[in-house]
């Protein structure tokens, strides 16, 4: 009977970390530095797979729209659609398929987005 209280206790401190706590590993990607593998004339490519955006925090002017590229290889249902709640914007991204997301200029700061269900979570920093 503890050894079950136990595994419960152990298996909420899990769910708890996965889905609050933990941050996956910081990859950073600034739209001006075009050397980048994964930028091409200025647009970014952030891969939706494993349960992550990757890259996941990225860098952009202030004041300019900004064309991020979704590639979703994640056939989860959560994966299927971004949302940036600062920009009021929500995007459905298919399966396999690049597809393109236009931002309006933000100000500066962070901006969020995320899954509908916000377990696929990235920042746009606007500077």
Known sequence: ?????????????????????????????????????????GDIVITVENGIYQPSRLK??????TTLTFLRKDASPCAATVIFPDSELSEELPLNKAK????????????????????YRGTLVVN
């Open 1 to 41: 009977m503890i050894l079950i209280n136990v595994l419960g206790l152990l298996l909420i401190a899990l769910i708890i970390w996965w889905f609050w706590l933990y941050k996956p590993g910081d990859s950073s990607v600034s739209v001006t530095n075009v050397s980048e593998a994964n930028i091409s004339g």
């Open 60 to 65: 952009v002017s202030a004041g300019q729209p």
């Open 100 to 119: 393109a997301v236009v931002l309006p200029p933000m100000p500066p700061g962070e901006h969020p987005f995320t899954c509908q269900m916000q377990m």
